[in-house]
């Protein structure tokens, strides 16, 4: 039996003498240097079509000093990044801003504290020109990792350790969730609701903390056995609506921070003979919309990251007189639905 070979690689070389031109022009055009004439710069990326070259990553890094690579680091592990849409719906919206852009995503999970290590260990390797990192929780290493690591960061929701406040250089991308939640308990109240109930997600996170402010913001007496804590997941949603019902069994509505928790919530009360909304109406959060329109019924909800990181990182900005970048918070929408 013959041995199969494999055709070789075309080289920066080939690519130079197809369009006639040095080894060093032909690199500058490749790797989108400045000072080629438009004639030649063409004749080389005529050649890199027709030879079908691609660069060297390696070599490339050496003369751009950029990977075209950016890392995604979620605080959570694998069954729970696999098993919630919210992570797909974040990590495919990253996905296209970067490939559009011409960057690779690579994601990191932690599954455990000794994660945390390697998540470190790559970030500080210069294998990455940034990171984008989300879902965190309180006292989480993360940030300081990636600080120590001298790594451009975007973080995903509202950091929540005390110096963000002072520190302009922490960058973020969240929605205004308080605003949001405030929205969502106003529809409630508007509807003549009365014993409201909240299923807060996890405390140890940013985004949970300031949806349940927002909550009391228009319900600041609110009986504290209306609060019932979950977990983001729609079983975190089932088990905190039923210590609700237990506690409370004549509330009658419910405002719950994720969409997830919502439709947990909506199982529990269909299995307790309560109809929604006619007895007890329900709003969610994220406007998940395989979530969202697929729950019976419908579910009430309200609905840049890699952008701001791209942003940072284009070399244009390193000029005088450039203006700092800064935190983006987006806001919120009511999008009614039959729950409420």
Not at 118 to 129: F, N, T
Request: include cysteine; charged fraction near 25%; aromatic fraction near 4%.
């Amino acid at each position: 039996m013959s041995e199969q070979t494999f055709p070789s690689r075309p080289t920066l070389e080939a690519v130079a003498e197809r369009a006639g031109v040095s080894r060093a022009t032909a690199s500058r055009v490749v790797n989108g240097g400045a000072g080629v004439r438009a004639p030649l710069a063409d004749r080389v990326r005529q050649a890199v079509d027709e030879l079908g070259y691609v660069p060297n990553q390696a070599a490339r890094t050496l003369v751009t000093r950029r990977n075209d690579a950016v890392a995604v680091v979620v605080a959570e592990p694998e069954t729970r990044f696999f098993s919630d849409p919210f992570f797909a719906q974040q990590v495919r919206g990253i996905s296209k801003e970067l490939t559009a852009h011409d960057n690779q995503l690579v994601l990191l999970l932690v599954e455990g504290t000794a994660d945390y290590d390697r998540v470190g260990r790559y970030l500080a390797g210069g294998h990455v020109d940034g990171a984008l990192i989300f879902s965190l929780h309180a006292h989480d290493p993360l940030p300081e990792l990636a600080r120590k690591a001298g790594v451009p960061t975007v973080f995903g929701g509202r950091p929540g350790w005390a110096e963000t406040e002072r520190d302009r250089s922490a960058l973020y991308v969240d929605c205004d969730n308080r605003g949001g939640a405030r929205t969502a308990v106003r529809l409630l109240t508007s509807l003549g609701r009365r014993r409201i109930a909240h299923i807060s997600g996890p405390l140890d996170q940013t985004a949970s903390v300031d949806r349940l402010d927002g909550f009391r913001d228009v319900l600041p007496d609110c009986d504290p056995m209306l609060i019932a804590e979950g977990d983001f997941t729609p079983d975190g949603g089932e088990r905190a609506m039923a210590r609700l019902l237990d506690r409370c069994p004549d509330l009658d509505a419910v405002f719950a921070a994720s969409d997830l928790m919502a439709s947990g919530a909506l199982r529990v009360l269909r299995q307790r003979g309560l109809r929604v909304p006619d007895d007890v109406a329900v709003v969610g959060f994220d406007d998940m919309v395989q979530v969202a329109q697929w729950t019976d019924p419908p579910l009430t909800t309200v609905r840049l990251m890699a952008r701001l990181l791209l942003s940072g990182l284009d070399p244009r900005r390193d000029v005088p007189g450039a203006l700092p970048l800064s935190s983006v918070i987006t806001p919120t929408h009511l999008v009614r639905r039959r729950s409420a």
